[in-house]
């Protein structure tokens, strides 16, 4: 069955650092990759997709890798901020526009000052 | 406001009684998705809409669930005899789709229903 891994516990890391979050899968072929951050109480808000023939996407200071031999994908947010804190989620995505959205669970991140 | 809207935002509601849940998409948008989400979970999918369609439901809609988006615009979430394992937030989001020639699935999420079922 197809499976979305993202790291399960919290991850803490000092302001001003990069934060990598992983989004590992199995049993897909996604031809996209999404990542959405979500704030306690909200709804997911969309941030960044990469397609499978990118190696690297960048948005101001977000930068998603996808390695589709590895079926990896990371999150980088450099120069990190404590507004930064939030739960990543990772979203492969077959294509077409066809179906839901199967979402990891999620890694929670907090940015310490 | 052109975002998702939500009405309610939070329920509260007895073991058995019926909820409904409406959501509001973006205009101009033809597709419409509901999911749902427990805590420490990522969002699970429930059904979609294009249009007026509904083209795709998940196992996790059981009989006591029904959504309808009568005229493609707004849509509806009916649990009927709720269970205290309904209790979750539910969440809506809506897409462009195909009519933009697009041909991934970015979404835009509303910020929620939460039911809780006592």
């Known amino acids: 069955s197809q499976k979305i891994e993202q790291n399960s516990e919290a991850l803490n890391i000092q302001e001003g650092k990069t934060a990598t979050l992983t989004c590992n899968y199995t049993n897909y072929s996604p031809a996209y990759l999404q990542w959405y951050r979500q704030d306690p109480g909200r709804g997911p808000v969309f941030l960044l997709l990469i397609r499978e023939n990118e190696k690297e996407k960048r948005k101001e200071r977000l930068k998603v890798t996808f390695d589709t031999t590895l079926k990896q994908s990371l999150f980088h947010i450099t120069a990190s901020q404590p507004a930064d804190s939030a739960t990543y989620l990772c979203?492969?995505?077959?294509?077409?526009?066809?179906?839901?959205?199967?979402f990891g669970k999620g890694t929670h991140l907090i940015i310490q000052p | 406001d052109t975002g998702v809207s939500q009405d309610p935002r939070h329920k509260i509601t007895k073991r058995g009684q019926n909820v409904t849940f409406r959501c509001d998409p973006i205009s101009e948008h033809n597709r419409l998705y509901w999911y749902r989400q427990t805590l420490g979970q990522g969002p699970e999918f429930l059904t979609y809409f294009q249009n007026e369609a509904q083209l795709e439901k998940s196992r996790l809609l059981s009989d006591r669930f029904s959504a309808e988006r009568p005229k493609g615009s707004f849509s509806t979430l009916e649990i009927q005899r709720t269970e205290q394992g309904d209790s979750a937030m539910y969440l809506c989001?809506?897409?462009?789709?195909?009519?933009?020639?697009?041909?991934?699935?970015?979404?835009?999420f509303g910020p929620g229903t939460r039911l809780t079922v006592l």
């Open positions: 979203a492969p995505d077959s294509g077409g526009g066809a179906d839901g959205l199967t």
């Open positions: 989001a809506s897409s462009l789709g195909w009519a933009s020639g697009r041909t991934y699935n970015e979404q835009f």
